[in-house]
């Protein structure tokens, strides 16, 4: 038994697609695109479709999952929006000088802002801070402890930030 063209497959069965596109997503244009991209899959996987097939519940069956497929996209999709569901910060950008902390850490000696920001900060071991500054270890090490001690007394706990 030898297979219908594609082209007749469409033409016959084309508008009960549409209807089961229509019954899950509404006659909107994801329907149209469902009932498109059902005859696309169906038109690739065709030539492989047994002779004895029931054309029309695998058409309908395709065309289920590609509505659904449409449903959940819908859903991942971003709403706009007027209204943010979060404040913007009231601190203005880090380091434009506006806020206690950085006004702070601007007062240190630049050796104990710089082995501060680079150890606490960027995370490098006091070898490599010595390194890049110049020195022993032993000195970036004190320098950051006489920064941190500095700002433990300039900058208390709860002060408003």
Known sequence: MRQHPF?????????????VCRAVLGPTAAAEDAWSETFLSAM?????????????AWLVTIAHRKAVDQLRAETRRATPTDNLPERPATDGLPGDGETPLWNALHALPVKQRQTIAYHYLAGLPYAEVAQILGGSPQAARRAAADGIATLRKTYPKGEDR
């Open 7 to 19: 082209e007749k497959i469409v033409a016959e069965h084309g508008p009960t697609v549409l209807r």
């Open 44 to 56: 690739q996987a065709y030539p492989a479709l047994r002779a004895d097939s029931n054309v029309e």
